[in-house]
């Protein structure tokens, strides 16, 4: 075998240019690969970790009847003494944070400018707040007891044209189905750099929500964010709280959930679109080979070599063939993958609905996708040397010998 | 004790419609330990009949025996196992393997015999320091020239320790000099080791060394006698 390997390696070697860019053109492919895999599972871990630091949480626990597409605020759709649930909950040593929260629809303006927004009451102190405070790019953070003070996303600003200090009209339903409307003050802008987000919520204190909304010492959730996502089954199981519905993120975000489904189907037929690519320039070299070897393939085997191992001669070269443009691979898709996250790619502006994710992809490289795309790469890069080395085993030694070359 | 036996051997080619018959019925028995010349103009069938012996090719009908058996009937993986145990080639066309050195070409059959390192080590050895050659051993077959490149080759023939070999027209890329040193070669191994050669020429300057000339003219044997030389 290592004689069949050392042979192999110098045919290679023959004519080194054409196995250089043979190598080169595996290498692109599997590069492309890579670089592909890692945006999208940037891309989709990127809208998990957005959904779950800023909109779900890992685990929420709603009334049965809560309907977040309404948003309703009736007291019995509502969590009640949310703050006893979370204080329980933030017990568990899997947590990180769980505090109670409001959302309810609402429209905000100004002279001119107005907007539909979604407005949250938080505990302005949670440390499931976080994002919000750190986020903070002009003006002051709420605090519990503010009562005039609102949070402003950066583009909703912008629209509106609002800056810290400015006074806004917002108009938000109630529990009894009326609409309240109260001047607040801009105390901060804030940006998580996610466009869907930002451009649509705004924070109040959780009391003065609660207030506004006559929806007193209720809640829509309780917001648990954990240490580690892996934790989110097992404390989802084990909190049964009565009369109440529990959800984790999987729940809270079908739309992300599907589309991860979706863009690993997609990526499947463009690995083997890729694949198939790069597989007819190995296909093309060997064949090549083939011909340009057909007399010493005879003379191997007027000396006795068997049409299997003549195989695997060819085979052997092909896995040498593939090994040198899975490197390359490597080397060029990790390569790709560092300078893409240099900017990252801007898409805050698409218009991209229904989930969220940051202003700028950036791609992740796990060490999963490279070595199950390595190993991918590897397998059909041989599998195509398979129809030229059975070429090679089936000739005639008497035709071959009979070869000119 | 017969070699080489072959019976009302025929070989017709077909290319498209047209059929050419490349030997009309040959009868031939070949002895252990002879040196023996296929000899007639070109198309006379020398190659073929060269070729059924070496189980490169089949014959379209009769038998042909190597070293006591039937190798008409081999599949492709027998032929290659009678080739690689029993036969050894020597080509027109030198027929080394670009790609190794002299001393990788020579021990080519060994490892395909599945031979020990230190066994290929000493034969191969052995066999440089027979064809004259052992300084040449690393080089490759570009660093020889042709008669160099012939030596290895016979030296390669005989790795396996064949019963036979089988040169297809040894001489006809070398100059009269080194064409005398590879007869000359083929001829002292012949003597030392009793190996059987059967070559094809129609060079009469190698004619002269064979002991025994087979004349073929249209694919049929048309003289089969002593060469004039004695064992």
């Known amino acids: ?405 | 004790m017969e070699v080489v036996k072959i019976e009302k051997a025929t070989r017709v080619y077909k290319i498209g419609a047209v059929e050419t018959q490349a030997l009309r019925g040959v009868d031939l028995g070949i002895d252990a330990g002879e040196f023996t010349a296929l000899v007639g103009p070109s198309g006379s069938g020398k190659t073929t009949l060269l070729q059924l012996i070496g189980c490169l090719d089949q014959p379209t009908s009769g038998t042909v025996w190597v070293d006591g058996k039937d190798v008409t009937r081999l599949n492709r993986n027998q032929r290659a196992d009678m080739r690689r145990g029993h036969i050894g080639f020597i080509f027109q066309f030198f027929a080394l393997i670009p790609t190794l050195s002299a001393y990788e070409n020579v021990e080519m059959p060994l490892l395909l015999n599945g031979h020990t390192p230190k066994e290929r080590h000493d034969r191969v050895m052995e066999l440089l320091s027979a064809v004259d050659l052992v300084e040449r051993a690393k080089n490759r077959p570009d660093q020889m020239s042709g008669g160099q490149q012939q030596r290895i080759a016979i030296a390669r023939a005989l790795a396996p320790k064949p019963a036979l070999i089988l040169a297809d027209e040894p001489t006809a890329n070398l100059d009269t000099e080194n064409g005398r040193q590879v007869m000359e070669i083929m001829e002292k191994l012949n003597k030392e080791t009793g190996v059987t050669f059967v070559f094809a020429t129609h060079d009469p300057r190698v004619i002269k060394y064979a002991r025994r000339v087979v004349t073929l003219r249209d694919g049929l044997i048309v003289e089969n006698n002593g060469n004039g030389k004695k064992s």
């Open chain 1, 1 to 405: 075998m290592i004689q069949l390997l050392k042979m192999a390696f110098r045919d290679l070697g023959r004519n080194r240019r054409r196995t250089f860019f043979s190598a080169l053109a595996v290498g692109v492919s599997l590069a492309i690969l890579i670089l592909m895999a890692s945006v999208i599972a940037g891309e989709i871990g990127g809208a998990f970790d957005a959904a779950i630091r800023l909109q779900s949480g890992h685990i929420q626990v709603r009334s049965a009847s809560y309907d977040e597409n309404k948003s309703s605020l009736k007291w019995e759709d509502l969590v009640q003494n949310p703050d006893q649930i979370a204080a329980q909950i933030a017990a568990l040593p899997q947590v990180k944070a769980a505090t109670p929260r409001l959302f309810a629809s609402g429209f905000l303006s100004t002279g001119n400018e107005s907007a539909g927004v979604r407005v949250t009451g938080i505990d302005p102190q949670s440390a499931a707040s976080d994002p919000y405070r750190q986020g903070l790019v002009s003006g002051d953070y709420l605090t519990a007891d503010d009562s005039t003070g609102l949070l402003l996303g950066q583009p909703l600003a912008l629209k509106l044209h609002l800056n810290a200090g400015d006074n806004v009209s917002l108009s938000i339903n109630t529990a009894n189905g009326d609409v309240a409307e109260q001047t607040f003050v801009v105390r901060g802008i804030y940006t998580t750099n996610t466009y869907g987000f930002d451009s649509a919520t705004i924070f109040l204190p959780l009391a003065k929500a609660q207030a506004i909304t006559q929806t007193q010492n209720h809640a829509s959730t309780v917001f648990v964010l954990l240490k580690d996502n892996s934790y989110t089954d097992s404390v989802a199981s084990a909190l049964k709280p009565g009369g109440l519905k529990v959800l984790t993120w999987k729940d809270l975000n079908p739309l992300t959930v599907q589309f991860e489904s979706l863009a690993n189907s997609y990526i499947g037929i463009f690995y083997l679109i890729v694949l198939a690519i790069s597989a007819s320039v190995v296909i093309n070299t060997l064949i090549m080979s083939v011909y340009e070897r057909t007399r010493e393939v005879g003379i191997l085997s007027a000396v006795g070599m068997r049409g299997g191992r003549i195989m695997m001669l060819f085979l052997a070269e092909c896995a040498l063939l593939a090994v040198g443009g899975v490197l390359i691979g490597v080397i060029l898709g990790w390569g790709a993958t560092l300078l893409f996250n240099i900017h990252g790619f801007y898409i805050a502006k698409m218009g991209i609905t229904g989930i969220l994710v940051g202003n700028s992809i950036f791609a992740r490289l796990t060490l999963s996708n490279l070595i199950s795309l390595s190993i991918l790469t590897f397998i059909i890069t041989v599998l195509s040397g398979l129809y030229p080395a059975i070429m090679a085993s089936r000739l005639q030694p008497v035709e071959a010998l009979r070869a000119e070359k």
